[in-house]
């Protein structure tokens, strides 16, 4: 079956830290790969996706991901986290053949001012 | 261009009690997904419908609960009767293309089953 997992639950980082969220997938075919952003008491927003092409991909406000196919992982990044990245992200893969998003468990990102 | 719309934004209500929960699609979204968020569970994905047709409902918890999409940009999730277990927050979101394209979340109901 396929799975996503994050690899941390939770992760503090003081402003201007350099930040690297990990997200590792189980499947071997052509894939869609998203991050979702959850800021407290508040919906789920896209924040950025892969589904072809430049495997680095830029998003909304400074975040990039990297796509590494022979290591099924899409790490998001972000060089200097403000306080206002205080959220939880999702990773999120959802197989070409297929509709249905597979979530991780999320990781809870807060930034210490 | 208006997002996904859910409504009510809160529900509180008492056991035993019928909950509906609305949610309008994005103009032109084909497909509506339900989600539950709990601390414990997490993001669990209830039911998925592609042109108004339920195609998966296998997340269903239980016979208490029931989704319908009479027309092609409004959904509803009843719970009947309701638990204090079901008290979560629920998001319903729609996307173009039978889900393989970027999911929009609504802003959620947050739910408390007392």
Redesign the interface.
Known sequence: AQSVSQHNHHVILSEAASLELGCNYSYGGTV?L?W?VQYPG?????LL?YFSGDPLVKGIKGFEAEFIKSKFSFNLRKPSVQWSDTAEY?CAV?A?S????I?G??TKLIIKP | DAGVIQSPRHEVTEMGQEVTLRCKLISGHNSLFWYRQTMMRGLELLIYFNNNVPIDDSGMPEDRFSAKMPNASFSTLKIQPSEPRDSAVYFCASSLAGGRETQYFGPGTRLLVL
Do not use: E
Request: hydrophobic content about 35%; overall charge positive.
């Open positions: 869609n998203f979702y508040q919906h789920l927003q896209l996706k999702f959802n070409h297929n509709y249905q998003l979530w468990a999320g």
